[in-house]
């Protein structure tokens, strides 16, 4: 069956811009959760949506939000863009709450110039 | 709070050697914990996990775990390394108790593996 997919795998945006990025689950996952990865800081949590609630987040700034639609596909959004955004954003989905069996996809390659 | 400590940020072993990258966690309760494997430019990878069957987990590409509750380790060994083992290796663990909680992530250790 299909893995995560993550679109689009690499973009270049200018400071101050927003960004959206796409993540869609494997078939029939309803947890969808993000990451960002960093050199310095590593792998972070942003958020996790389940059934398009949003049940967990991250310590990241109100630019970092996301949403959840019906078929669990998820997006996140990053507003006012800054040079230290750029990042790999890695999302990962789940069966159901709970079930720790996350599978991540390739990533989308953020760079903020 | 929850946190995973890996010792070691870079080892380096030959070829058919063991393998062997620490990591230690520190929780108040027993949580879960995984191993997951970066390849350059991929995502993550799940070796493996443990959830509270037997301490002792086999993964997948012949590595396997061991959850050591009194010394709060899982180091994560494959008894002979593998010139496609190079990777980026990442200890994580998660509260078992509290749905949603998120994946708190080791710095990774980078393993080399010279022929």
């Known amino acids: 069956k299909a893995g995560v997919t993550q679109t689009p795998r690499y973009l270049i945006k200018t400071r101050g811009q927003q960004v959206t990025l796409s993540c869609s689950p494997i078939?029939?996952?309803?947890?969808v959760s993000w990451y960002q990865q960093t050199p310095g800081q590593g792998l972070q949590f942003l958020f996790e949506y389940f059934s398009e609630t949003q049940r967990n987040k991250g310590n990241f700034p109100g630019r970092f939000s996301g949403r959840q639609f019906s078929n669990s596909r998820s997006e996140m959004n990053v507003s006012t863009l800054e040079l230290g955004d750029s990042a790999l954003y890695l999302c990962?989905?789940?069966?159901?709450?709970?079930?720790?069996?996350?599978?991540f996809g390739s990533g989308t390659r953020l760079t903020v110039v | 709070a929850q946190s995973v400590t890996q010792l070691g940020s870079h080892v380096s072993v030959s070829e058919g050697a063991l393998v062997l990258l620490r990591c230690n966690y520190s929780?108040?309760?027993?949580?879960?914990l995984f191993w997951y494997v970066q390849y350059p430019n991929q995502g993550l990878q799940l070796l493996l996990k443990?959830?509270?069957?037997?301490?002792l987990v086999k993964g997948i590409n012949g590595f396997e775990a061991e959850f050591k509750k009194s010394e709060t380790s899982f180091h994560l060994t494959k008894p002979s390394a593998h010139m496609s083992d190079a990777a980026e290796y990442f200890c994580?663990?998660?509260?078992?108790?509290?749905?949603?909680?998120?994946?708190?992530f080791g710095k990774g250790t980078t393993l080399s593996v010279s022929s």
């Open positions: 994580a663990v998660s509260d078992r108790a509290q749905a949603g909680t998120a994946l708190i």
């Open positions: 929780s108040s309760v027993p949580p879960y």
């Open positions: 443990y959830t509270s069957a037997a301490t």
């Open positions: 990962a989905s789940s069966l159901e709450a709970g079930n720790y069996g996350y599978t």
């Open positions: 078939s029939g996952h309803r947890s």
